[in-house]
Protein backbone atom coordinates (compact mmCIF):
# COMPACT_ATOMS: atom_id res chain seq x y z
CA UNK A 1 0.00 0.00 0.00
CA UNK A 2 1.61 3.37 -1.30
CA UNK A 3 1.17 6.21 1.76
CA UNK A 4 -0.53 8.06 -1.04
CA UNK A 5 -4.16 6.10 -0.12
CA UNK A 6 -4.10 6.89 3.00
CA UNK A 7 -1.93 10.58 3.88
CA UNK A 8 -3.60 13.67 4.34
CA UNK A 9 -3.69 15.37 1.25
CA UNK A 10 -4.80 18.93 2.86
CA UNK A 11 -1.92 20.90 3.73
CA UNK A 12 -1.97 24.01 5.95
CA UNK A 13 1.31 25.72 6.01
CA UNK A 14 3.08 29.13 7.13
CA UNK A 15 6.12 30.75 6.36
CA UNK A 16 9.26 31.10 7.93
CA UNK A 17 8.48 34.87 8.85
CA UNK A 18 4.36 34.32 9.91
CA UNK A 19 4.40 35.49 13.51
CA UNK A 20 3.05 32.90 16.02
CA UNK A 21 0.27 35.18 16.60
CA UNK A 22 -1.09 33.54 13.16
CA UNK A 23 0.03 30.08 14.18
CA UNK A 24 -2.16 30.43 17.31
CA UNK A 25 -5.02 31.23 15.12
CA UNK A 26 -4.56 28.14 13.03
CA UNK A 27 -3.92 25.68 15.75
CA UNK A 28 -7.09 27.28 16.98
CA UNK A 29 -9.48 26.98 13.96
CA UNK A 30 -8.25 23.82 12.74
CA UNK A 31 -8.20 20.31 14.70
CA UNK A 32 -4.45 18.68 13.80
CA UNK A 33 -1.21 19.37 15.71
CA UNK A 34 1.48 19.92 13.21
CA UNK A 35 2.35 22.68 10.30
CA UNK A 36 4.71 22.52 7.65
CA UNK A 37 6.60 25.23 6.88
CA UNK A 38 6.93 26.30 3.34
CA UNK A 39 9.04 28.68 1.07
CA UNK A 40 9.50 29.35 -2.47
CA UNK A 41 7.14 26.22 -2.47
CA UNK A 42 9.73 23.82 -0.90
CA UNK A 43 9.11 22.52 2.67
CA UNK A 44 11.87 24.18 4.97
CA UNK A 45 10.46 22.85 8.59
CA UNK A 46 7.78 21.88 10.46
CA UNK A 47 6.00 23.44 13.28
CA UNK A 48 4.56 21.24 16.50
CA UNK A 49 2.08 22.71 18.82
CA UNK A 50 4.43 21.35 21.10
CA UNK A 51 6.71 23.59 19.83
CA UNK A 52 4.52 26.23 19.58
CA UNK A 53 3.20 26.05 22.99
CA UNK A 54 6.48 25.89 24.44
CA UNK A 55 7.32 29.19 22.84
CA UNK A 56 4.42 31.35 23.86
CA UNK A 57 3.85 32.21 27.61
CA UNK A 58 1.94 30.22 29.35
CA UNK A 59 -0.46 33.53 30.29
CA UNK A 60 -1.83 33.76 27.19
CA UNK A 61 -5.83 33.83 26.94
CA UNK A 62 -5.56 34.04 30.89
CA UNK A 63 -6.77 36.81 33.64
CA UNK A 64 -3.21 37.35 34.53
CA UNK A 65 -2.14 37.69 30.68
CA UNK A 66 0.20 40.82 30.63
CA UNK A 67 1.96 42.92 27.54
CA UNK A 68 5.05 40.84 27.90
CA UNK A 69 2.88 38.07 27.53
CA UNK A 70 1.36 38.96 24.55
CA UNK A 71 4.39 39.81 23.18
CA UNK A 72 5.50 36.06 23.06
CA UNK A 73 3.16 35.92 20.23
CA UNK A 74 5.27 38.32 17.67
CA UNK A 75 8.03 35.40 17.71
CA UNK A 76 8.67 34.39 14.30
CA UNK A 77 7.72 30.80 12.50
CA UNK A 78 11.54 30.37 11.98
CA UNK A 79 12.99 30.92 15.55
CA UNK A 80 10.88 27.95 16.95
CA UNK A 81 9.92 25.24 13.58
CA UNK A 82 12.13 22.23 13.57
CA UNK A 83 14.48 21.94 10.27
CA UNK A 84 15.42 18.42 11.24
CA UNK A 85 12.87 16.88 8.42
CA UNK A 86 11.76 13.51 8.25
CA UNK A 87 9.96 12.71 4.97
CA UNK A 88 8.24 10.19 2.54
CA UNK A 89 7.60 10.33 -0.79
CA UNK A 90 4.06 9.66 -1.67
CA UNK A 91 5.23 6.12 -3.63
CA UNK A 92 6.59 4.92 0.01
CA UNK A 93 5.11 2.08 1.25
CA UNK A 94 3.15 1.88 4.89
CA UNK A 95 5.88 -0.17 5.88
CA UNK A 96 8.48 2.04 4.76
CA UNK A 97 6.46 4.38 6.86
CA UNK A 98 5.77 2.28 10.09
CA UNK A 99 9.56 1.89 10.39
CA UNK A 100 10.38 5.62 9.86
CA UNK A 101 7.95 6.73 12.68
CA UNK A 102 9.72 3.99 14.98
CA UNK A 103 13.36 4.94 13.59
CA UNK A 104 13.12 8.32 14.34
CA UNK A 105 10.00 8.58 16.77
CA UNK A 106 8.07 11.30 15.69
CA UNK A 107 4.20 11.42 15.70
CA UNK A 108 3.87 13.05 12.15
CA UNK A 109 5.51 12.69 8.50
CA UNK A 110 5.77 15.20 5.82
CA UNK A 111 5.04 14.17 2.35
CA UNK A 112 7.21 15.31 -0.61
CA UNK A 113 7.78 14.99 -4.12
CA UNK A 114 11.82 14.34 -5.07
CA UNK A 115 11.77 18.55 -5.36
CA UNK A 116 10.88 18.66 -1.90
CA UNK A 117 7.33 20.15 -2.51
CA UNK A 118 4.75 18.95 0.11
CA UNK A 119 1.99 16.75 -0.93
CA UNK A 120 0.35 15.88 2.11
CA UNK A 121 0.85 14.49 5.65
CA UNK A 122 0.63 11.26 7.18
CA UNK A 123 0.40 11.11 11.08
CA UNK A 124 0.76 7.08 13.28
CA UNK A 125 -3.56 8.22 13.38
CA UNK A 126 -3.74 7.55 9.56
CA UNK A 127 -1.91 4.40 9.78
CA UNK A 128 -3.82 3.69 12.97
CA UNK A 129 -7.03 4.43 11.00
CA UNK A 130 -5.94 2.42 7.58
CA UNK A 131 -4.58 -0.94 9.77
CA UNK A 132 -8.58 -0.50 11.39
CA UNK A 133 -10.44 -0.25 8.42
CA UNK A 134 -8.51 -2.88 6.91
CA UNK A 135 -9.30 -5.16 9.81
CA UNK A 136 -13.31 -3.92 10.29
CA UNK A 137 -13.21 -5.14 6.15
CA UNK A 138 -11.64 -8.54 6.79
CA UNK A 139 -14.77 -9.12 9.42
CA UNK A 140 -17.31 -8.17 7.84
CA UNK A 141 -16.51 -9.97 4.65
CA UNK A 142 -16.43 -13.76 6.85
Known amino acids: MKIEKIMTK??????MDNTL???????????FHHL???????LVGILSDRDFLKAISPNIDTAMESIKDVASLNKRVHQIMS???????????LFSAIQTFNKHRVSCIPVVTSD?????????RDV?????????????AQ
Open 10 to 15: EIVSVQ
Open 116 to 124: NQAVGILSW
Open 128 to 140: FTYIETKQLEKLL
Open 36 to 42: LVIENKK
Open 21 to 31: AHVKQLFENHK
Open 83 to 93: RKLVTLHPNNG
